[in-house]
């Protein structure tokens, strides 16, 4: 079951540590096709602004056209009247990455359209002709002069290439617009800071506010801008993301939620599972250990008594009245102690199962000190023992069950004489103080620990346990009488030291 539970987690964490490796993985894709969409705009805004400036300069007309969405100017030449013609004139210098063409195409109508077109981009111009009948004579010299213009842009466009620096191609302003957007097409929306590298100078520029130089120059994140070039040095848009990983656990945030709570379960159930088994094999543990310790306590008394009645049946041992006297007395203090036994075992049943009833009266506590201890007489004078009592000539009357009291204070005395190994001195003290009724218990035997003493009060605990019994009792004494004592809303505390002896102070409040 142990391996089951084990390997359940295994499974869920290697999940949750693949979940984020794919979205890392995929986060960086993202980033990456982001980052070759960002040059590649860039490459072809620069080449559109260079043609657009290239007609605006060639023309002599004021009227506006719309290119790509931006507002350019209108160029209108006469031309013949014609049916529906296309003209393509296509430029002759052929450079990776730019190719521009003119389209010319009459209408049906007394107008006709020349565009000029970038091939690896939507870039177009388009020119409004008025037909007369002098457009043929005009066509060759309008494709000539289109066709010179393309071979101007294209050599404006290597010109800037190679005069111009970086930062004079593009502002860092721009390139943080283009970026953002970019990135938020691939549905990335978290912080970011870029910078340009210059590999000719071995330097960063453009760098965005608040970029940490030395993190950005450890990302791998990069891509070439103008990637084409032939005569410039390479450069490299770099860019790093300072809450990477908080956006990738957000990312999973939920699936991760879902795997921690469903990992949680799997170990409390187990947790829980566990405890049981363990709290089941100890109760069957104490079970069998209380049944011989009872078996034990019940078959001493048992034995005396069966001992005590068979000396009395001898015939000579009846003229001895003081041998009857003394049988009689051990068979009396067996059949206290039988009678003790049993009541506290069905009192801590009762307790546990709540039906226990506390027949409450008004009882004068020296009384009940003294009606406890008379009980151990004869067991003190077998062991050469010794109870001392101090009784307090206050008035000490409490509201209390007398019965289940006495049997209390006896468990008392009786485990200050059982776990002893020396002759018992038993001293016994009943005072008043600040409204509350005390009754200290002292004896001089064995002592217990401090752990111990944290589980002395716990029902069947002994401070010796096993088959071997090596310490009389039963293990619920002590649980009794804290529970007897709690009934009657007061308090017990133990004092001890091991080979010294122990302290029990039992107090209620004086008012119960």
């Known amino acids: 079951m142990t391996l089951s539970v084990i390997g359940l987690i295994a499974i869920q964490i290697f999940w949750l540590t693949n979940l984020i490796k ?30 657009f400036k290239k007609i605006e300069h060639s023309s002599k007309k004021n009227e506006p056209i719309i290119i790509n969405g931006m507002k350019k100017r209108q160029y209108t030449k006469l031309a013949d009247s014609i049916k529906h013609i296309e003209v393509f004139v296509a430029d002759t210098l052929k450079r990776p990455g730019i190719n521009y063409q003119f389209k010319y195409m009459t209408g049906n109508n007394d107008s ?9 981009s939507a870039s177009h111009g388009t020119i409004m002709i008025r037909n007369n009948f002098r457009w043929q004579r005009k066509l060759d010299s309008f494709v000539v ?4 213009l393309v071979e101007d842009v294209i050599t404006d466009i290597i010109r800037v290439n190679t005069a111009k620096k970086i930062e004079e191609r593009i502002t860092g302003t721009q390139l943080n617009s283009i970026i953002s957007g970019e990135l938020k097409n691939k549905g990335i929306d978290t912080d970011f800071y870029f910078g340009i590298f210059k590999t000719s100078r071995d330097t960063l520029v453009l760098l965005k ?21 032939i005569f410039n040095a390479p450069n490299q848009l770099i860019i790093y993301f300072p809450n990477k ?23 409390a159930l187990f947790y829980k599972t566990l405890q049981m088994f363990i709290n089941q ?9 209380l049944i011989n310790n009872i078996t034990h306590e019940f078959k001493t008394p048992i ?11 001898e015939p000579d041992l009846i003229k001895d009245s003081s041998s009857i006297d003394r049988y009689t007395s051990i068979i009396k203090e067996e059949n206290e102690r039988l009678r003790m036994m049993v009541e506290t075992l069905l009192n801590t049943a009762a307790f546990e199962k709540g039906t226990l009833h506390l027949s409450k009266e008004l009882h004068d506590i020296n009384d009940l000190v003294r009606n406890s201890v008379a009980k151990f007489e004869e067991v003190l004078k077998k062991k050469n023992g010794k109870i001392s009592l101090n009784l307090t000539n206050d008035s000490l009357s409490l509201i209390c069950d007398g019965f289940h009291l006495i049997n209390s204070i006896s468990n008392l005395i009786d485990n200050a004489i059982k776990y002893n190994e020396r002759e018992p001195e038993i001293k016994i003290r009943t005072t008043l103080d600040n409204d509350r009724i005390k009754i200290s218990i002292s004896d001089n035997g064995i002592g217990i620990t401090k752990e111990q003493s944290e ?34 809303g007061g308090k017990i505390i133990l004092k001890s030291k091991p080979g010294e002896g122990s302290t029990f102070e039992i107090n209620f409040p004086a008012s119960s």
């Open 281 to 289: 094999k100890k109760i069957t543990e104490i079970k069998n250990d």
């Open 303 to 313: 034995s005396t008594i069966s001992v005590a009645c068979e000396a009395l049946n």
């Open 245 to 267: 990983n908080r956006y990738l656990l957000s990312s999973v945030s939920g699936l991760m939620a879902l795997s921690i709570v469903l990992i949680i379960v799997i170990s």
């Open 145 to 148: 002069k289109r066709k010179q």
């Open 455 to 488: 589980k002395i009060f716990d029902t069947f605990y002994r401070v010796s346990t096993g088959n071997i019994h090596n310490v009389r009792g039963n293990g619920i004494g002590l649980s009794y009488c804290k529970k007897i004592v709690d009934a009657h």
């Open 112 to 120: 006709s359209r020349i565009t000029l077109f970038n091939n690896d």
């Open 22 to 51: 794919v979205e890392e993985e995929r986060f960086e894709r993202n980033v990456n096709d982001a980052l070759l969409s960002v040059a590649d705009k860039i490459d072809k805004d620069e080449v559109a602004e260079t043609v």
């Open 209 to 229: 506010d608040g970029t940490n130089v030395s993190e950005l120059k450890k990302s791998q994140t990069r891509t070439y801008l103008f990637p084409d070039e």
